[in-house]
């Protein structure tokens, strides 16, 4: 598989050019080292998840559009065709589901499916060759999408960081109380952290109840998200500064009057970071799955184009809901701030990294729960 197409496709840098990533030396070195570890953490499971199964089922959620979308599936589907070629045993057929919500534009996505399958049935088109059949499943993770035990293999890369909702509870008489914040950040007040927290403890158990039904038992899901490094969610951590340097542009627009100040104070991501301890607490509370394999990813991105990239980055995939709350004439200006604030960052030498947590999780046969649900 081409690295750098998978390292887009696992790290939602699509649509940023390829010589930017090229000529940066320490990039390369981030690049081949989270690429290696999430390899390894996806085709494993899949080969056990797959290992005696004629028809082999596939969903990869929250795939975006694309062209990088098909790459996962397509390296789980060479690696099973090679092994079971190696075991000198019959190749099975694949059906390939491609989620996202419906507004991700599906038409862009199917039109990259017949190269996709095409390609792979000419590399193993050695007497019938292996079928691929691929299906859209429009919807939101956070909810059922396939029918019972259907599934063998999920996948999710950097989607389930995103929450169903900007938590409820963010207002006090009607009057938002994250003021100056977009997200939970240090400096939000401890009910806007406990409410974020909340929203994730509920979307998360929601996520693996409607999992846990689609899956055969022996299924495995490998899910890679943004993460936090501590665990404790009320310590006065920055840990996200592609936010923080989000809320401190905003706030130099508020200063410069080109926005208003309750414009900046009633815009919030729905997005919560979890630490690995919280992910394993949801999915002993939950009960269905048991933690294979479970990995603390922290991406240094200390190198001089840093935030031109990273910016770019967070712009593809913030910019839609920036543009709805704030206007598209904003758009422009405020990620050229917004880069020129990481370079300040990175001047005074101050982090502008980011963790990233990989789960892989395999379907029990029994439910069990050693935590009573609060
Ligand atoms: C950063 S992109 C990741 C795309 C792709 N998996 C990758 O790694 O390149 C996040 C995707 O998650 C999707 N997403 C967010 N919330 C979702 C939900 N509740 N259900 C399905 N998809 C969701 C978004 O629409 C977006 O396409």
């Known amino acids: 598989m081409d690295m750098v197409r998978f390292f887009h496709m696992a790290q939602g840098l699509e649509g940023l050019g390829e010589t930017s990533y090229a000529q940066n030396s320490r990039l390369q070195v981030v690049t081949k080292e989270v690429i290696e570890s999430v390899?390894?953490?996806?085709?494993?499971?899949?080969?056990?998840?797959c290992a005696d199964v004629e028809t082999v089922s596939i969903a990869d959620l929250g795939c975006s559009s694309g062209r990088n979308t098909l790459s996962v599936v397509e390296n789980v589907i060479r690696t099973v065709c090679e092994r079971r070629r190696e075991a000198t045993r019959q190749l099975p057929e694949f059906m390939v589901f491609l989620n996202d919500l419906p507004s991700n534009d599906f038409n862009a996505l199917f039109s990259l499916v017949p190269e996709f399958v095409q390609k792979l049935k000419a590399e193993h088109d050695d007497g019938g060759g292996i079928l691929v059949s691929v299906a859209g499943a429009p919807g939101s993770f956070y909810g059922r999408l396939f029918p019972s035990r259907s599934l063998h293999f999920v996948t999710s890369f950097t989607s389930l960081h995103w929450l169903s909702q900007v938590p409820a509870g963010l207002l006090n008489k009607g009057e938002p109380i994250n003021k100056g914040n977009v997200y939970m950040s240090p400096a939000s007040p401890p009910s806007v952290v406990t409410r974020y927290f909340e929203q994730f403890q509920e979307d998360f158990s929601m996520f693996l109840?409607?999992?846990?039904?689609?899956?055969?038992?022996?299924?495995?899901?490998?899910?890679?998200m943004l993460g936090r490094r501590s665990h404790d969610i009320h310590k006065k951590i920055n840990e996200f500064p592609l936010y923080e340097a989000l809320s401190k542009s905003l706030s130099i627009f508020v200063s410069q009057k080109m926005i208003a100040e309750e414009k900046v104070d009633s815009f919030n991501f729905p997005l919560y970071t979890p630490s690995t301890q919280e992910l394993e607490d949801q999915v002993y509370i939950e009960g269905s799955f048991t933690i294979d394999s479970m990995k603390q990813y922290y991406?240094?991105?200390m190198f001089e184009n840093a935030p031109n990239v990273l910016s770019k980055?967070?712009?593809?995939?913030?910019?839609?809901?920036?543009?709805?709350?704030?206007g598209e004439e904003i758009i422009e200006p405020l990620f050229e701030t917004h880069t020129r604030v990481l370079y300040e960052r990175l001047m005074a030498e101050e982090d502008i990294g980011w963790c990233q947590i990989t789960v892989v999780l395999c379907k029990s046969a029994t439910r069990w729960s050693i935590y009573k649900k609060k």
């Open 313 to 326: 980055t967070f712009r593809a995939a913030t910019e839609s809901l920036i543009c709805h709350h704030f």
């Open 209 to 224: 109840r409607s999992r846990s039904q689609e899956l055969v038992v022996g299924g495995r899901m490998v899910l890679s």
């Open 39 to 49: 390899m390894d953490m996806t085709l494993s499971p899949a080969m056990e998840a």
């Open 299 to 301: 991406h240094d991105w």
